[in-house]
């Protein structure tokens, strides 16, 4: 659903927004910009690359004082993913 899409993308410009606070120690902000997505299946693997882009194509223009910091993390179940 669009929303559903919409309400995700607000989440992730929330996280990088709190990780810009400059009270925050570079442990808590890669605390912030971890992202886990689960399910090693085509949406979930799908959905990991977009984040991906996301971040490295848009969001580190306007946050590149983190860019560093984020990491994503792919989670499956079984021994393989796309399987």
Same mark, same amino acid.
């Given at each position: 659903?669009?929303?559903?899409a919409?309400?995700i ?5 929330d996280c990088?927004?709190?990780a810009? +606070?400059?009270?925050l120690s570079? $442990?808590?902000?890669k605390?912030?910009?971890?992202f =886990?997505v689960?399910g090693?299946?085509? %949406?979930?693997v799908?959905?990991?690359?977009? +984040?991906?882009?996301?971040?490295c $194509?848009?969001?580190?223009r306007?946050?590149p004082? =983190?860019?560093?910091?984020v990491k994503? %993390?792919?989670v ?7 399987n």
């Open positions: 659903e669009v929303e559903d919409q309400r993308r607000r989440s992730v410009l990088f927004e709190k810009n +606070l400059p009270n570079e $442990e808590e902000r605390v912030i910009l971890h =886990v689960v090693g299946g085509p %949406t979930g799908e959905f990991a690359a977009e +984040l991906h882009d996301f971040v $194509e848009d969001l580190v306007l946050y004082a =983190v860019q560093n910091l994503i %993390t792919l499956q179940s079984g021994d393989h993913i796309l």
